[in-house]
């Protein structure tokens, strides 16, 4: 990875000033450590008339991967080698940025004791970044940097190859700055920009990038006309610290607009009351879309197929619409549990007559699963072993065959706004897979052809407009009652045969 910082002067102001600026000489090439990489400083040129100064990142690319996080159970083995072979020691990324506070770090703070005037001053400078991703193209590369008193923001498309300019241009550009800032702001912009416009970090985002971010933003951030998108970026799109920096920013925004501190602007909240809405558990918005679904299939006679502790039954119990619930798991210590929540030992006779809890495999075909009006099977696909799930495909859709079978699974492409969740991992440690979105579409599109029902697809919880809802749905509904015939008949053969 590779930057330049350029000025001109003049012998009254030299050049060379930037060396102090930067607290490195001109006249010596430097060494730094950085947690990925090595970084090299040097002046290709160093005179009154004209001083640049370089940032050289060296980034090992086997130590960087073998220094993150491991994949998880929801991994894909066909990415490993794209963990080796890839753009992150060659484009200025979220690396190039830890690499420049580390070394510029006075710089970036405004700090300079030899010349603090020269500090505090704008500077005639000329940025070059020679290979930056954009997620955004060029287009987005000057909304970023054109409200920033930048005069020339250049963004030129890198080609894929230059000998075949058919295939079109990568998502790289070649970065040229020109314009009269102060040295700190400029890197400071820089800083915080880079990793936005890569759109991606190596290091897990903690709550104190917020700090971070708001510090390296201060007197430019908080009226950027991009600056949603610049938190939601910057902070890898966790929704929460996103929210905080957002929430900091109008704060900061408001008061520079009426000439008041941020705290006098903060202060219409007495902190010893809470008067924060909670926000709505995962588990109730999949409990109100499973119920909605049943409602609009007609459903009376429910099977929860893997009821666990029985959450779920006792919301059907509610509902006086449902009037035979059959919550079914493997799990005996499970069932205890969920008979304690519905107080099964002490419900009336007429409201018990409605509920039965039965020890059974998903994997298995049985007879007394036949006849309802709908099976639910929520967050359950996932716990099953990938080679045992036509085993359970066949119990409830050819066997037991519900008119409707809903089933909701977690959409692994969400993984990445859950604060909480270190990268790559699975929501939960038992769970054999965690499916995107087009494969659960995939799955759901072959089990409803091979057994005769039609499928819809429904988001649960926030649809994200990136990475779509937290847990996805899917409504089975059965259309090919022929087979329902046929299945009888053959069985009604067997039987005599048998006799």
């Given at each position: 990875?590779?930057?330049?910082?350029?000025?001109?002067?003049?012998?009254?102001?030299?050049?060379?000033?930037?060396?102090?600026?930067?607290?490195?000489?001109?006249?010596?090439a430097?060494?730094?450590?950085?947690?990925?990489?090595?970084?090299?400083?040097?002046y290709?040129?160093?005179?009154a008339?004209?001083?640049?100064?370089?940032?050289?990142?060296?980034?090992?690319?086997?130590?960087?991967?073998?220094?993150?996080?491991?994949?998880?159970?929801?991994?894909a083995?066909?990415?490993?080698?794209?963990?080796?072979?890839?753009?992150?020691?060659?484009?200025?990324?979220?690396?190039?940025?830890?690499?420049?506070?580390?070394?510029?770090?006075?710089?970036?703070?405004?700090?300079?004791?030899?010349?603090?005037?020269?500090?505090h001053?704008?500077?005639?400078?000329?940025?070059?970044?020679?290979?930056?991703?954009?997620?955004?193209?060029?287009?987005?590369?000057?909304?970023?940097?054109?409200?920033?008193g930048?005069?020339?923001?250049?963004?030129?498309?890198?080609?894929?190859?230059?000998?075949?300019?058919?295939?079109?241009?990568?998502?790289?550009?070649?970065?040229?700055?020109?314009?009269?800032?102060?040295?700190?702001?400029?890197l400071?912009?820089?800083?915080?920009?880079?990793?936005?416009?890569?759109?991606?970090?190596?290091?897990?985002?903690?709550?104190?990038?917020?700090?971070?971010?708001?510090?390296?933003?201060?007197?430019?951030?908080?009226?950027?006309?991009?600056?949603?998108?610049?938190?939601?970026?910057?902070?890898?799109?966790?929704?929460?610290?996103?929210?905080?920096?957002?929430?900091?920013?109008?704060?900061?925004?408001?008061?520079?607009?009426?000439?008041?501190?941020?705290?006098?602007?903060?202060?219409?909240?007495?902190?010893?009351?809470?008067?924060?809405?909670?926000?709505?558990?995962?588990a109730?918005?999949?409990?109100?879309?499973?119920?909605?679904?049943?409602?609009?299939?007609?459903?009376?006679?429910?099977?929860?197929?893997?009821?666990?502790?029985?959450?779920?039954?006792?919301?059907?119990?509610?509902?006086?619409?449902?009037?035979?619930?059959?919550?079914?798991?493997?799990?005996?210590?499970?069932?205890?549990?969920?008979?304690?929540?519905?107080?099964?030992?002490?419900?009336?006779?007429?409201?018990?007559?409605?509920?039965?809890?039965?020890?059974?495999?998903?994997?298995?075909t049985?007879?007394r699963?036949k006849?309802?009006?709908?099976?639910?099977?929520?967050?359950?696909?996932?716990?099953?072993?990938?080679?045992?799930?036509?085993?359970?495909?066949?119990?409830?859709?050819?066997?037991?065959?519900?008119?409707?079978?809903?089933?909701?699974?977690?959409?692994?492409?969400?993984?990445?706004?859950?604060?909480?969740?270190?990268?790559?991992?699975?929501?939960?440690?038992?769970?054999?897979?965690?499916?995107?979105?087009?494969?659960?579409?995939?799955?759901?599109?072959?089990?409803?052809?091979?057994?005769?029902?039609?499928?819809?697809?429904l988001?649960?919880?926030?649809?994200?407009?990136?990475?779509?809802?937290?847990?996805?749905?899917?409504?089975f509904?059965?259309?090919?009652?022929?087979?329902?015939?046929?299945?009888?008949?053959?069985?009604?053969?067997?039987?005599?045969?048998?006799a």
């Amino acid at each position: 990875m590779f930057l330049t910082i350029s000025t001109t002067g003049t012998p009254e102001r030299p050049a060379t000033d930037l060396g102090f600026l930067l607290h490195k000489h001109p006249d010596r090439a430097q060494t730094f450590s950085t947690s990925h990489g090595t970084a090299h400083v040097f002046y290709p040129e160093a005179s009154a008339e004209r001083c640049t100064a370089a940032l050289l990142l060296e980034v090992d690319p086997v130590a960087l991967v073998r220094r993150g996080k491991g994949k998880g159970r929801g991994g894909a083995p066909d990415a490993a080698l794209a963990q080796y072979v890839n753009d992150r020691p060659y484009a200025a990324s979220s690396l190039f940025s830890v690499a420049l506070a580390a070394v510029f770090k006075s710089a970036l703070a405004g700090v300079c004791r030899a010349l603090p005037e020269r500090a505090h001053a704008p500077l005639p400078l000329r940025i070059e970044v020679p290979a930056l991703p954009a997620r955004g193209g060029a287009e987005l590369v000057r909304k970023l940097f054109a409200p920033l008193g930048w005069e020339l923001v250049e963004a030129t498309a890198v080609p894929l190859d230059e000998q075949f300019p058919a295939w079109g241009d990568s998502r790289y550009v070649r970065l040229v700055l020109e314009g009269e800032l102060r040295l700190s702001d400029a890197l400071r912009q820089l800083y915080v920009l880079l990793p936005v416009l890569d759109d991606a970090k190596h290091y897990w985002v903690a709550p104190d990038e917020v700090d971070k971010l708001l510090r390296a933003g201060e007197g430019w951030l908080a009226d950027h006309p991009e600056r949603r998108l610049i938190t939601r970026r910057y902070l890898s799109h966790r929704w929460g610290l996103t929210r905080q920096a957002d929430q900091a920013l109008e704060l900061v925004r408001l008061a520079e607009s009426d000439d008041l501190d941020v705290e006098s602007v903060d202060n219409a909240v007495d902190e010893s009351t809470d008067t924060e809405e909670k926000p709505v558990p995962l588990a109730e918005h999949r409990r109100t879309a499973i119920l909605e679904a049943l409602r609009t299939a007609g459903a009376r006679r429910v099977l929860d197929l893997g009821c666990g502790q029985g959450q779920l039954v006792q919301a059907l119990l509610k509902d006086v619409e449902f009037t035979e619930i059959v919550g079914v798991d493997v799990s005996m210590r499970a069932l205890t549990i969920a008979s304690r929540r519905l107080k099964l030992d002490r419900m009336g006779e007429r409201q018990a007559a409605r509920v039965t809890l039965r020890q059974g495999s998903l994997t298995y075909t049985d007879k007394r699963l036949k006849g309802y009006d709908a099976a639910v099977l929520s967050e359950v696909i996932e716990h099953v072993d990938l080679d045992r799930l036509p085993a359970l495909e066949y119990a409830v859709f050819g066997s037991a065959r519900p008119r409707t079978v809903l089933v909701t699974t977690p959409n692994v492409e969400y993984n990445v706004r859950w604060e909480t969740l270190p990268a790559g991992h699975a929501r939960h440690g038992d769970h054999r897979f965690e499916w995107t979105r087009a494969e659960f579409r995939g799955w759901a599109r072959k089990v409803a052809e091979r057994h005769g029902y039609s499928v819809a697809q429904l988001p649960v919880g926030p649809d994200d407009p990136e990475v779509g809802p937290p847990t996805q749905l899917a409504v089975f509904t059965l259309t090919d009652t022929a087979h329902d015939h046929r299945t009888h008949r053959t069985e009604k053969k067997k039987e005599a045969e048998a006799a």
